[in-house]
């Protein structure tokens, strides 16, 4: 038998003009070559086949996709070759309903494509396809190749190699090297039939009827069952992405921790959202883990509570009013101080001119007093109507409730959403010149973007300037699984910006009462080892007290199984310095299907 390379050599041996794909030379055929999957795969992320008429491609099919805009099948070789860094499988894009069936043998003739999902911007890798087929059935009802066992052994612990320097960091032209690279193992499985096994749940099942599971069990696990995202250095290899290949309707309506227990099976995809993710022909059944939301305790009487609170687009036509005033009041034990991110104009996403938000917080306060909470009193400052970003027309806002029997607002005229707040100096203390105010709203850093809500309370007769952050979104930044090595974090540029305002202004607080306590809390959209974070905590000015749990309880977010931190309360010197500061992460929204947001609540408790 010929080896695989003179196989190869000799199916590549034909008339051929040049083009560039990603930065890898493709080629345009004369006339169609006969060749096996494994030659149009390749050993590295692009085909050496790509753009070429490929003819009589032998396999077995091992799923079809009848729903969505990528219909098609994939086909499998049941005589594999000696390299493991050559997939097998490749997906068969037909555009309307497949005329085949798992089981049939079947030969292709095509053109081999590169599919980037979700386009080029994306920087996605991309999906190696067979394009145009003409499809022969040879027999039907023939046994579908094993599934390849994707576990804790298999997929290496290292994540990815550094990108080509030469290529602008693309990994698409490096040689796969499958068992030292998790995502090239991905790679090599690519189109083949592949298989995971009591496998854990990390991330819930969404609307989009997909979860995550992990097959590295022990892997950053914390106690909840989630896989703890710590580092930029550590991507948790052993995630995956599980959609279903038949009818979602069946689909399990999964919480981290729970376990797709015996074996859950498919082709192994590469998609827009979240990479690579094994499209089920065969579910496990979904054990629960009994995961529970949970409750902080009650502040006492001599401590300030204070919360913050991202209520995802919440506007009077949501039925999730409820749902977030129990919330607030039994799982956050009715804080003093409550910072809502998210909170939208009295008609939501309608983009009529409307900014006033009183109704969506009006509606929010008597649920709470219904569901047996406190009288929230509020402040808040209208944007400019569509410059705040966000949903269009739905001009989200931050909002101080506060329980005016346990703490009082300093109101000080003046604020409005174009003014500046500022800090001055009175009897050696500092005062804001407007309450509530906006951090530097005319900066370019807060263009389409939220600015920073920023109020002066009294709790006890000491003073506590608290900041409302709602900072960039790290939409447009490359994913994890991108062709590009480290993947680019665009969105940080912007949120640097707005970090560095933030940390001026609470410098210029502390300047002029070095022992104020100021408290910068929100969706700050980034991690608490990033960046952004050492920004706003620059000079001392301030420390993320989310750094007070131990690492695998540090979350608020989670996202293609990774638990990790968006949101955040930092504290100023003197509140760190304090004997008695008690922060919490209540979880209970973000690892469950039924969430009412996708972000989980914080609460500080300390002594002013």
Known sequence: MPSKSSRRLAALTVAAVCSTVSGVVLTTPAHADTVRIHDIQGTTRISPLAGRQVADVAGIVTGVRTYG?????????????????????????????????????????????????????????????????????????????????????????????????????????????????????????????????????????????????????????????????????????????IQSLGSTADFPAADVGDTLTGATSGPLDYNQFGGYTLVAGRMGTLKSGGLQRETTRRQDRGELAVATYNVENL????????????????????????????IQDNNGATDDGTVDASQTVGKLIDAIVAAGGPHYDWRSIDPVNDQDGGEPGGNIRQVFLFNPKRVSFTDRAGGDSTTAVGVTKVHGTAQLTVSPGRIDPASDAWKTSRKPLVGEFVFRGKTVFVIANHLNSKGGDQGLTAQYQPPARSSEVQRHLQATEVNTFVKDVLDTQKNADVIALGDMNDFQFSDTTKILEGGGALWSAIKSLPRSERYTYDYQGNSQVLDQILVSPAIRRGCDLDYDSVHINSEFHDQISDHDPQVLRFRP
């Open 315 to 342: 506007d009077p036509s949501d039925s999730s009013f409820e749902a977030h005033a129990s919330a607030i009041v039994h799982n956050l034990q009715s804080p003093d101080i409550v910072s809502l991110e998210e």
């Open 69 to 241: 805009s990528s219909r098609g099948f994939w086909i499998q070789d049941p005589n594999p070759d000696d390299n493991p860094a050559t997939s097998e499988g490749v997906f068969v894009f037909t555009s309307s309903t497949p005329k085949v069936a798992v089981g049939d043998s079947v030969t292709v003739t095509g053109t081999v494509s590169e599919y980037v999902p979700g386009g080029a911007a994306t920087a996605n890798q991309s999906l190696t396809e067979i394009t145009k087929p003409t499809v022969a059935v040879l027999s039907s009802g023939n046994a579908v190749p094993a599934p390849v066992v994707v576990d804790a052994r298999s997929v290496p612990d290292e994540y990815t190699p550094a990108g080509d320097t030469a290529a602008s960091g693309s990994i698409n032209g490096l040689a796969l090297q499958p068992a030292t690279y998790a995502l090239d193992h991905y790679e090599s499985l690519e189109g083949m039939n592949v298989q995971v096994a009591d496998a854990r749940v990390v991330t819930a099942t969404d609307p989009y009827t997909e979860l995550w599971v992990t097959v590295k069990p022990h892997e950053h696990a914390n106690r909840r069952g989630g896989t703890v995202y710590g580092s930029y250095d550590s991507q948790n290899t052993g995630r995956l992405q």
